[in-house]
């Protein structure tokens, strides 16, 4: 290895870990921002643009701005992370927010079955919301 080189390698397991860490706590502000139907899709064997997909719905335009909101705010106070890009939030009907590895998808209820991303992704596993590494609960 290139001993010169300014970053650090990252370790697989590790970035793994924390792509999971953000995708569940993701997940969790969703639902506490009253988010319906929350799913989180593990990508990693079906593409190597991302690790994770969060899947959530709203039932209005302030409720998606609260969850895109809180999301952010908790994956960059808790986690240190900060979000590469967002797109939809003044439309509001499909709001994304990318933070490299994970992807988080807010949707009204009509503009998540229009786009059907579960059944466009139906070959991700479900991650189950109970096997956060490291956390009690």
């Known amino acids: 290895m290139d001993q010169g080189n300014a970053r650090p390698e990252i370790q697989p397991a590790n970035r793994e870990s924390g792509a999971l860490r953000r995708a569940l ?3 969790r502000v969703a639902e506490e921002n009253r988010g319906r139907d929350v ?4 990508m990693r064997e079906l593409t190597p643009v991302f690790d994770y997909f969060v899947i959530a719905s709203g039932t209005s335009r302030r409720q998606l701005h609260a969850m895109s909101e809180e999301i952010d705010h908790a994956l960059e106070d808790a986690l240190g ?3 590469m890009g ?3 939030y ?3 009907r499909w709001i994304l927010l990318d933070y490299g590895d994970v ?3 807010l949707f009204e209820p009509e503009t998540r079955e229009y786009y059907a991303l579960e059944q466009l992704w139906a070959q991700a596993k479900r991650v189950p919301r109970e096997a ?3 956390e009690g609960s």
């Open 25 to 27: 706590t993701a997940a």
């Open 132 to 134: 956060v590494p490291g």
């Open 86 to 88: 967002i797109e939809g």
């Open 39 to 42: 799913v989180v899709l593990d």
């Open 81 to 83: 992370d900060r979000r």
């Open 90 to 92: 003044d439309e509001s």
């Open 103 to 105: 992807v988080i998808h």
